[in-house]
């Protein structure tokens, strides 16, 4: 499974539509372990635009700090998993701690 993180300063960001880059972190729910690390480069922020972009790199889950409501729905109308509330970690941790059940998130810092 692969998994998206919007990054600032390496580590989740709390502002989705506003991160320079995303880490894309395959992953083996089964074996519960984290594998490759890519770093992309999100296209232009516009409604849309990252839901197409993440399905076409095969995302299936997006964890991030916060999320607006309408990217939430365009996301889980592409078949996206969105998880929000997330803690500012390194993806690696984030990714883990989610394959492990024990992801804690908190709430949305997002308020549009």
Known sequence: MKIAIP??????????????SFAVVD???????????ELCTPPAHEP???PR??????????????MGRRAQQLFSASGIDVIVGA????????????????LVSGPNVCDH
């Open 7 to 20: 990054l600032h300063n390496g580590r989740c960001s709390a502002h989705f539509g506003h991160c320079g």
């Open 27 to 37: 992953a083996d729910p089964e074996n519960r372990t984290v594998g490759q690390v």
């Open 48 to 50: 849309g635009a990252l």
């Open 53 to 66: 972009w993440l399905t076409q790199m095969g995302v299936g889950t997006v964890i991030a700090g916060g």
């Open 87 to 102: 803690p500012e970690e390194e993806p690696e941790a984030l990714v883990q701690a989610f394959l492990e059940d024990r």
